[in-house]
């Protein structure tokens, strides 16, 4: 699209296909959609679609009907110089092509014994928190960096959207293939998307259909009240379960392979069945049997805590909650129930423990919850790629011989980071994340930074050990714990200006009814969540994470503070004192910043140029922000402490 950034497809990645004699066998839509990609590449490039003799095969080995869903798994290889790919499912097709794409010259020389790709989680989902109409205080896009939705404007449906249609294609070329296209918070114009306004989300989803993108709602579980104008949204009463069996068929008569609800029910204020005396399992439930005739799933957020916590208060403990909710329901939710975790107890921090509620639900589907949005990670005007993050998570076995990845039978979710800004994502390298989810979805044991080359070699035509392929992966590759080391130290979290979550403020929180302490005093600082002394969070792990955490002695650096209160010359493992440790990351991860813009600056003439200098103009503000966490922090924490800088560096 013209004045559109390409990301992770650029012309030039089509190049070893477009250059090339293609067969294409099969019919139905998803083949149409590859057949015409591969059309536009030989117009482009020379080559052509031919009927014999080719250079590459892409084949459906059978349609499924109508060829639009069906099996994701395909067959690659290359023989006698011939590369073939071959798929029983449309889909399965459509992903061959673009694992095609991705290999580039080299799907194109040497031979290939053949090998099977499928994706290990059936469900790799964006959930956008986009707003119909503005909202007056979160805007147009809940937690959103990049400018307006590519979905909504003027409180109704874009009518132009072909731009949602090459989102769609972006998203299928690196494996995503679901998106709730509106904000789980549903106001009042959100809510009639369910009814009277179906027909536009109908066209969104006509829009995304072509890439293998199925469409979900975000629904309010109030709907039978402020829709249907019933006296009560009990899940177990007749009429309202007659009222949701009506609207999930409207719904299904619009569009055809709706995949489902997004529901977040008695949670920061949010309606839900708690106003019946009904628990979660029972909302659940009532929506999904709504929706079990259809093939339809809900999407049962677990972000459920106390959001009116007394601060005073030091039994209580937010990071608990979900495990104190959930854990008595296991084996309650339907098959078609999905409950949807954050992948940490509180709310996608720098760095967090994975959740414990991950292991201990064995009869549930659950599906876990990133944020590749960067709420707590810079906002999008910071560089901070969260592949390494994620990949901890994913291979963490929270459950004895069973890592993370393997436990999201619901599937793998992301809160989208993506807007109607030119760049997609407003930081261009921001794309990296969006892109490494969607890899790490389809294979959550994959090498992070393999993800990260592939993603730079497309997006930039930077093969590896050029010039600039070096540089961005030195900027990308510790940006994450680069950003941990300026901002919250040792797990503690959050420290950040209250409503809009950006920049530092250490006591923004502290006495608010959130939640989110730190508990700093004179003498030290941490939450205790120990079983023996605090909020006995430690004890909901099984062993042989509740020992580890349990004690300072035992507990990891990086999460001390999340588990502990410590003194501020608690000895770290590293060899040194807590104290020095918050002055000398604080003071390395300013310094880090500056080596990377310097690096950036570096990369001049041989970027696009448009590229070159939104990044350069994100890396100052990153900049000014740094040092901005670095002297407040370090401030904080020399008052609190009256512990000097044992390197005497200017704390102010």
Request: glycine share 12%; charged share 25%.
């Amino acid at each position: 699209m013209q004045g559109v950034d390409p990301a992770w497809l650029p012309e030039g990645a089509f190049r070893p296909i477009g250059t090339r004699r293609t067969l294409i066998r099969g019919a139905g839509p998803l083949v149409d959609t590859v057949r015409g990609e591969v059309t536009e590449a030989c117009a482009r490039f020379g080559g052509a679609v031919v009927e014999d003799d080719p250079d590459l095969v892409l084949e459906l080995t059978d349609d499924g009907g109508e060829g639009d869903d069906g099996d994701e798994a395909f067959t690659y290889g290359r023989r006698d110089g011939c590369t073939t790919v071959t798929a029983t499912g449309a889909r399965g097709l459509l992903y061959g092509f673009f694992h095609v794409v991705r290999l580039g010259e080299a799907a194109f020389s040497g031979e290939t014994e053949l090998e099977h790709q499928r994706p290990e989680l059936a469900l790799r989902m964006l959930d956008h928190w986009d707003n119909v109409a503005v909202h007056p205080v979160m805007g147009q896009v809940e937690r959103g960096y990049a400018g307006g939705s590519l979905f909504w404007a003027d409180g109704r449906a874009r009518g132009d959207l072909e731009r949602v249609r090459a989102y769609g294609r972006l998203l299928a070329a690196c494996g995503i293939n679901a998106v709730a296209v509106n904000n789980v918070n549903v106001h009042a114009a959100e809510a009639r998307l369910l009814t009277d306004r179906i027909g536009e989300v109908a066209d969104i989803a006509g829009a995304l259909r072509p890439y293998g993108i199925r469409t979900h709602l975000s629904v309010t579980f109030a709907a039978p009240v402020v829709l249907g104008g019933l006296e009560t949204a009990d899940p177990l009463a007749t009429e309202v379960r007659e009222w949701w069996a009506g609207a999930v068929a409207r719904v299904y008569a619009a569009i055809s392979d709706f995949g489902g609800f997004v529901v977040k029910a008695d949670s920061e204020g949010q309606p839900g069945p708690f106003a019946y005396g009904r628990s979660h399992a029972d909302g659940a439930n009532m929506l999904a049997a709504a929706l079990a005739p259809h093939g339809g799933t809900v999407h049962w957020r677990a972000f459920v805590y106390d959001h009116r916590q007394d601060w005073r208060d030091r039994s209580t403990d937010r990071a608990r909650a979900a495990y104190d909710h959930f854990v008595p329901l296991d084996g309650e939710f339907a098959e078609n129930a999905v409950l949807q975790v954050k992948h940490g107890p509180m709310d996608f921090q720098v760095r967090e423990p994975v959740s414990p509620l991950i292991g201990a639900m064995p009869g549930t589907r659950l599906a876990v919850e990133l944020q590749a949005t960067q709420e707590y990670t810079g906002q999008q005007r910071h560089v901070c790629w969260l592949g390494p993050m994620w990949s901890e998570v994913l291979r963490c076995e929270i459950a004895e011989g069973s890592p993370v990845g393997a436990l999201a039978r619901g599937g793998l979710v992301a809160v989208s980071n993506v807007g109607d800004d030119p760049f997609w994502t407003g930081h261009p390298l921001a794309q990296a994340n969006l892109y490494t989810f969607g890899r790490l979805a389809w294979e959550p044991g994959a090498d992070p930074h393999r993800i990260l080359d592939e993603w730079i070699r497309l997006s930039f035509g930077a093969g590896p050990g050029s010039g600039p392929a070096v540089g961005l992966r030195s900027i990308l590759d510790g940006s994450w714990r680069t950003y941990e080391k300026y901002t919250a130290p040792l797990g503690v979290g959050f420290m950040v200006q209250p409503g809009h979550h950006y920049g530092p403020s250490v006591d923004g929180y502290e006495y608010s009814p959130w939640g989110t302490y730190h508990f700093a005093d004179r003498d030290g600082v941490g939450v205790d969540r120990s079983v023996a002394s605090g909020t006995g969070y430690a004890g909901q792990y099984a062993k042989p994470w509740a020992e580890l955490y349990e004690s300072p002695e035992t507990c990891p650096d990086e999460l001390l503070l999340f588990f502990h209160h410590v003194s501020y010359d608690h000895m770290l493992k590293s060899g040194k004192t807590v104290i020095q440790h918050i002055y000398d990351t604080h003071f390395e991860g300013v310094a880090e910043v500056e080596a990377a813009r310097d690096v950036w600056g570096s990369l001049v003439g041989l970027l696009d140029p448009a590229r070159h200098a939104r990044v350069a103009e994100r890396f100052e503000e990153q900049l000014r922000s740094a040092r901005e966490w670095r002297d407040q922090v370090n401030s904080y924490f020399f008052r609190k402490s009256g512990v000097p800088d044992e390197r005497g560096r200017r704390i102010y």
